[in-house]
């Protein structure tokens, strides 16, 4: 969708730039006040990994993390993304490595369509990274349920997903564990 | 897609600035908490507005404090961090609970206290696309001149459908409220039932000129006891349709009196008052009867897309559960 | 003979899979723990679906619709959405004229109204402007006058007002199709019966609802090529339609189906934005892009039939089945879709796992006056199954007899025919009772849990495949081409859909395992038209079966000749050696080997570049019986299920909860486990979604939740209730049971190593089993779905021991 749409003039367009951060990289963005981060990601940034699904929270195929929290870029203004970051499923993995998440999900079968994933992704790494703080990390299925509570899948019947999840949440842990018992713990 | 339609943006940092601008834009601002209300219903057509006020940079409509008896919450707080919060678990527990029952973790990241109980009323007849209302022939919501869900009827009864107005109601809080007029910030402070009026298409009694900047709600002390209850077909996602709190006061070990505030029903919340149960034991026949009080004098209409009848059926018990659950060990004894 | 692949394995060949199998001392491919093959492009954003392309110069359509449910178009005036700067071109009904359907013999809908809409949402005019914004505008100011006309919502009426005709020229008033078919005599065998079981069941709407929304890319080349990308699973078939309705020789027509976010059914069949967006792709010599929001999803529907049914079903005191009655009346919607189908598959598709002494059925699909309904994962036979399975759940507690036990005593075999002809092969609908009746520890619960728990129990069958195509051909049903190439690797092209189930992993499996080469080697190339042999598509369960034969045929041929080329090497029988982990070796002699890379140089050395094509045609004899209508719903292999479903029911509330469904399904071979599993837990998810929560509903129509007649009232005829994935309610990650999948392998000798369906057969009995647990849990039966705790509560009143 070219920025510069065709003027109406009626309804003269208003365009503002916007800088955020999107997984890690600083941008200044020309996009119409109007339009959704979601938007911006998809057909501004060429960011399609994000999806659209309802385009009106009521599925949780558009959820990136808005300064580190899960948020739904479709009923989000690109202007309130100014000075914040993003991140999406293109940042996930680190150096070409698929996040332990990415491997899960793509070993377990936990995407069929894969079309509800990108969001799932991003909030099950929320979860992950709530679990990493957390003092004594415990890993429960509810509460893998409770944070993919807003993010439908017609695929699944989230089974596979909540392995998946478990599984890479299972490995945060044992890193967890394992450097809190590490040679400088164990000292 | 679902586009929006074009409008300005402002995104001020200072609450004089904010309401400044609300003054200035001659109705056409709209405050933006999280969007996740105002945002769909744009994108729908349902709600029109000129400018954006994007209220997230506004620092006085952050934090949660202890002010005195109080607890503070500024309207600027998303529902994720008052249900969060350790102070709101602790001093307000129904509150924490109503906002932790709200939409989806996502939504609750996004959304505001503020926005939450500012949030417009619903109805399977008007939560729909443009398309579809024209189909409709509209109704006095839109574009339209009769109400579908009471034929006849003169007003809009479109259900206020927020989760923490029941609760913060059941708390008697009182919300806080600034314009900018005559080159100053004026404010004003109402208990929070009032805010609300019977009007669906106007349900939230605040000008266009004015913000909610934050909720006060006095800490309850050792005698009462207040819970929410929510009651929609998913556990996730979904509007409430059924959502209670009931706030019981308690001379010893006998119930003196309290509220029980029902929402869901029409554009504000129903407000019952119990001094009339003053003296009875945390029972279950006490439980019983609260509940048969909010079947005699609550009707849940066709509004929010759900079979009414079945809602009217269900809120009796839904309320005899929640005072079982707020009378907790005493009703197991007896 | 059958067609290219016989079909008919002896078991001394499957056996010799099996062995195949412990050769290669390493993780089996085909049977292993593999995740899908190309799951990390599903990771990472890198799969590209229909809305992720972006052309330069690209338009954007949007499709203006019908307010009404039932008008007659007078006048279509495009001239100020014509004027608007920015908008290039508007389209009308008249200007593609040509009707089309997705089964030939009933093309009965335009892209854009010519003369009529027949439901609300009904597409009658398109534009095509630089932005979705101008084209939104642009059909705003497009000016349509109605001749309102009486809209039929309730398929009683559709039947009852002969005056009032939703297709004009259609010749049975609103009945779309009819079909009455009898075998045996049905009256004599109730007459005997020991017990009659009569039952009045409905069956609600309900859709698909995929997450990816609908969508559509049109770009037409120099030389006048048009290639539409089109988020279908049905791209053969659309490529057929557009050439129909375009007027255009099909080699001028280039379909390709990039990664598609979910069908289920729902995209089986051309829908109007491909339509308009070709054409507007030829006015405007510019790419259009036309994306459906969520709400024209909910329009575009073709999802589950309605139904009404009546059955009466006779049984002997030993619980034998000796005889079915059925009456069902379908209710169609606007337009026939697949309903010609549907309609035969209501009785067709019944007649297994069990012996029906005689069997009678009688349906009639009628149209009304909302969206149009079609396949939906299981079509056609969900319905019927679930009265069926509901029906032997009362004849078991009136004859005393354990359900399961009343089920295996009915059972018909394995190589078995059906009261209606058709030739059933493999069978290991016994196996799955008895894994089923094992996980769930159905001996110490059945009837034995503590009041408002309860335990049902349902089995079904379902086709893989169909075995005749839509239109009539003597042609392949599928096809792969496949060659090697010089690193090692191996090309698959096939003209298949993936649309989430698999198949290019099926696919990738397939050839891996017989070339000897690893996952990750085989690159599959499909639903290209251009590139990709015709497959017909996503539907009917038929992909593993049909393109899965069709691969193994091109494996085996490039196969056997690497073999023989290594084999004169070393100087041993060609049967000697064996293909496996990248490499080609000798059988019994590890030490014998070579880089599978160096087996493919020295093949294509000596016989020049390594390429062969499979073909797959199904058998035309011993599949069905010999009478008109025979031949729908037969299919090559069979699929089997039982479920049993575990419920807890609220007697205060009436809401039911669904704890756990253990599904036992008969695959045949699971070629990729994961993927099997993956299917029934998403069969059972969706199963369990239709029995208690998810509802397509017209207002103006039908009974509402609580049972009682509505109310329509004016202006609201023909309005989806629900339209929103906010208002269909389907189930979250918080509200989905424990599903247990189980897989039964009971190969069949037509499927490829044995396979059969694994995508559809898993849902059917989810519903029957839910709605037989919940009478377990609290002695009511709620024969109209949805179980709504509004029904439930009803119900419960009325139990006798309540008076
Ligand atoms: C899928 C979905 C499910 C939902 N489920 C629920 C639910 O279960 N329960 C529930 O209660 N809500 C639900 N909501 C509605 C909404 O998300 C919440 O009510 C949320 O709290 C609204 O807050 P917000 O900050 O996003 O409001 P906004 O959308 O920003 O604002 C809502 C309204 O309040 C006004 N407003 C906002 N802040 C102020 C202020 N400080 N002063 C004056 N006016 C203000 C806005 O102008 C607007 O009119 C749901 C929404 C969606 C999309
Ligand atoms: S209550 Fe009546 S007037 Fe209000 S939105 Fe619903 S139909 Fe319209
Ligand atoms: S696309 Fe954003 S929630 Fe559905
Ligand atoms: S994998 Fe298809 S929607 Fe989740």
């Known amino acids: 969708m070219p920025i510069a749409e065709p003027l109406d003039p009626a309804r003269a367009r208003r365009i503002a730039v916007v800088r955020l951060h999107v997984n890690g990289q600083a941008y200044a963005v020309a996009a119409p006040t109007h339009w959704t981060l979601l938007e911006l990601l998809r057909y501004q940034l060429g960011l399609v990994g994000s999806k659209q699904g309802c385009d009106k929270g009521d599925c949780g195929a558009c959820t990136v993390l808005l300064d580190g929290l899960p948020t739904l870029s479709c009923i989000t203004l690109a202007l309130s993304a100014e000075g914040r970051h993003v991140e999406t499923v293109e940042g996930l993995g680190v150096g070409g490595e698929p996040h332990p998440l990415q491997r899960q999900f793509a070993e377990r079968g936990a995407a069929q369509c894969g079309f509800c994933t990108p969001g799932m992704l991003m909030s099950s790494a929320h979860y992950l990274d709530e679990l990493g703080r957390a003092a004594s990390p415990v890993v429960r299925q509810q509460d893998i349920a409770a944070a993919l509570g807003g993010n439908l899948c017609r695929c699944t019947g989230y089974t596979k997903i909540f392995e998946a999840v478990q599984a890479a949440a299972d490995e945060t842990c044992d890193r967890a564990r394992a450097l809190a018992d590490g040679p400088g713990g164990a000292a | 897609m679902l586009r929006l339609p074009v409008f300005d943006v402002a995104a001020p940092d200072k609450l004089t600035d904010a309401l400044r601008s609300l003054a200035d834009s001659q109705a056409g601002a709209r405050p933006l908490g999280g969007g996740t209300d105002l945002l769909p219903n744009v994108k729908l057509g349902q709600t029109r507005m000129a400018m954006a006020l994007l209220l997230r940079g506004v620092g006085e409509l952050r934090g949660i404090e202890r002010r005195g008896d109080n607890l503070w919450l500024g309207a600027g707080n998303t529902l994720a961090q008052v249900a969060q919060d350790e102070q709101v678990r602790d001093a307000l527990p129904a509150l924490a609970h109503a906002a932790s029952r709200v939409a989806s973790p996502q939504i609750r990241n996004m959304a505001t206290l503020g926005g939450n109980l500012c949030l417009d009323t619903r109805c399977r007849y008007i939560n729909q696309s443009e398309f579809w209302r024209q189909a409709l022939g509209g109704c006095l919501k839109s574009h339209g001149s009769e109400c579908h869900v009471v034929p006849g009827g003169q007003g809009c009864v479109a259900a206020l459908s927020s989760d923490t107005a029941p609760a913060l109601i059941a708390y008697d809080a009182t919300v806080e409220i600034a314009s900018w007029r005559d080159e100053g910030v004026q404010t004003r402070e109402v208990p929070l039932a009032e805010l609300y009026d019977s009007d669906g298409t106007r349900h939230v009694r605040l ?113 005899r559960r929640l005072a079982l659950s707020l009378f907790g060990d005493q009703a197991a004894q007896s | 003979m059958n067609g290219p692949i016989s079909g008919d394995k002896t078991a001394a060949q499957l056996h010799r899979l099996a062995v195949d199998e412990v050769a290669t001392d390493t993780v089996a491919i085909l049977g292993g723990r593999h995740g899908k093959h190309d799951a990390l492009d599903l990771m990472t954003g890198a799969a590209g679906y229909t809305d992720d392309i972006s052309l330069p110069r690209m338009l954007h359509c949007k499709i203006l619709r019908s307010p009404h449910a039932h008008a007659r178009v007078l006048a279509v005036d495009t001239s100020r959405a014509e004027a608007l700067d920015g908008v290039h071109a508007v389209l009308v009904g008249a200007e593609l004229p040509i009707p089309y359907g997705v089964i030939p013999w009933t093309p009965d809908e335009n892209a854009l109204a010519l003369h009529k809409v027949r439901y609300v949402g009904d597409p009658v005019a398109a534009v095509a402007a630089e932005s979705e914004d101008l084209a939104n505008e642009a059909c705003r100011r497009i000016d349509v006058r109605y001749e309102v006309l009486p809209a039929l919502i309730e398929p009683e009426d559709a039947l009852a007002r002969t005056d009032v005709k939703i297709h004009e020229d259609n010749k049975h008033g609103n009945v779309t199709k009819r079909v009455q078919l009898a075998f045996g005599d049905v009256e004599a065998a109730l007459a005997g019966a020991e017990l009659v079981i009569e039952g009045h069941y409905r069956f609600h709407g309900s859709t698909h609802a995929p997450i990816e929304p609908h969508c559509a890319v049109a770009v037409v080349d120099g030389k006048g090529l048009l290639t539409v990308w089109s988020a279908t699973q049905v791209p053969h078939y659309l490529q057929r339609e557009l050439a129909k309705v375009l007027e255009l020789p099909m080699r001028q027509i280039r379909v390709i189906q990039p990664a598609v976010g979910g069908a289920f059914g729902g995209k089986s069949e051309p829908f109007a934005l491909e339509f308009c967006a070709a054409r507007l792709a030829q006015k405007t010599g510019r790419p259009v892009k036309c994306l459906y929001t969520r709400e024209e999803v909910f329009l575009a529907h073709r999802g589950r039939h309605p139904f009404d049914m009546r059955y009466r079903t006779g049984f002997a005191a030993d619980g034998r089945i000796l005889a079915v009655d059925s009456r069902a009346l ?43 309904c079609g396949p939906k994962r299981g079509h056609g036979s969900v319905q019927p199954r679930f009265a069926l399975e509901v029906q032997l759940d009362k004849a078991s507690r009136a004859l005393g007899i354990d359900p399961i036990e009343l089920r295996r005593r009915n059972f018909m075999g394995e190589h078995a025919t059906t009261v209606n002809g058709f030739h059933v092969g493999s069978n290991g609908f016994l196996l799955c009772l008895d894994a089923v009746e094992r996980a769930s520890g159905w001996r ?19 086709i893989s495949g169909t075995n005749y195509c839509i239109y009539p051909t003597d042609l392949p049903q599928s096809a ?66 049909m393109a899965g034969n069709a691969c193994l045929q091109a494996a085996r041929t490039l196969g056997e000749r690497i073999r023989g080329i290594v084999a004169d090497v070393w100087g041993i029988a060609a049967d000697q050696v064996v293909l496996a982990r990248r490499r080609a070796s000798e059988a019994g002699n590890p030490e014998r080997w070579m880089p599978i890379q160096e087996a493919f140089l020295l093949a294509e050395g000596k016989l020049g570049l390594l390429g062969a094509t499979g073909s797959y045609n199904t058998p035309k004899t011993g599949v069905h019986g010999d009478y008109r209508g025979g031949t729908i719903g037969a299919s090559p292999a069979y699929s089997f299920t039982a479920h049993v479903a575990e419920v807890q029911v609220d007697e205060e509330t009436g809401e039911v909860e669904v704890v756990q469904v253990w599904c036992a399904h008969d695959c045949g071979k699971a070629i990729s486990p994961v993927l099997v599993e993956g299917q029934i837990e998403g069969s059972v998810y969706m199963g369990a979604a239709e029995a208690v929560m998810e509802l397509h509903e017209v207002m103006g129509s039908g009974l509402r939740s609580d049972g009682r007649k509505r109310d ?64 377990d849990a609290v002695g009511v039966r709620v024969d109209h779905l949805p179980i709504t705790p509004a029904k439930v509560l009803r119900a419960l009143r009325e139990r006798p021991d309540r008076c």
Not at chain 3, 333 to 356: C, E, K, M, N, R
Not at chain 3, 457 to 462: D, F, H, N, R
Not at chain 3, 498 to 513: E, K
Not at chain 3, 521 to 533: G, K, M, N, Q, T
């Open chain 3, 330 to 372: 379908l209710d169609g919607g606007a337009y026939s879709s697949f309903g010609l189908v549907t309609t035969y598959y209501s009785g067709q598709l019944l007649a297994a796992p069990y012996v029906f002494g005689s069997y009678r059925f009688d349906s009639t699909r009628v149209y009304t006056n909302k969206p149009a």
């Open chain 3, 444 to 462: 110490d619960k059945w009837g034995k849990l503590r009041p408002g728990r309860g335990i049902g129990v349902a089995g079904s069958c379902y």
């Open chain 3, 480 to 545: 792969v081409q496949m060659a090697l190439d010089r690193s090692g690797r191996v090309r698959v092209f096939a003209g298949t859909s993936d649309i989430g189930q698999g198949s290019t992993t099926m696919l990738a499996t397939i050839a891996a395992h017989e070339l000897g080469v690893e996952l990750d080697d085989v690159r599959v190339v499909a639903a290209d038209s251009d590139l990709c042999p015709v497959d017909l598509g996503a539907y009917s369960s038929r992909i593993t079966l």
């Open chain 2, 207 to 319: 000008e266009s000129t004015e913000l909610l900047v934050g909720v006060r709600a006095p800490v309850p002390g050792l005698n009462v006891r207040v819970g929410h209850r929510k009651w929609a077909v998913r556990k996730s996602i979904d509007f409430p349709l059924i959502s209670v709190a009931l706030r019981l006061e308690l001379d010893g070990a006998l119930a003196a009196g309290g509220k029980l505030v029902v929402g869901v029903l029409g554009p504000r919340p129903r407000v019952l008052d119990l001094k009339a149960f003053a003296g009875r034991a945390l029972a279950p026949d006490f439980a019983r009867d609260l509940g048969q009080l909010a079947f005699d004098r609550c009707r849940p209409l066709p509004n929010v897309p759900y079979d009414a009848e079945y809602r009217r059926e269900r809120l009796p018990v839904e309320v």
């Open chain 3, 712 to 775: 329509p009232g004016p202006g609201r005829d023909g309005l989806l209730a629900a339209s929103s994935l906010l208002d269909y309610r389907m189930p979250t990650s918080l509200d989905v049971p424990q599903l247990s999948a189980l897989i039964v392998e009971a190969p069949d000798a037509r499927g490829p190593y044995g396979a059969k369906e694994a995508g559809e057969g898993p849902l059917h009995s989810a519903i029957p089993a839910i709605a037989n647990a919940v009478f």
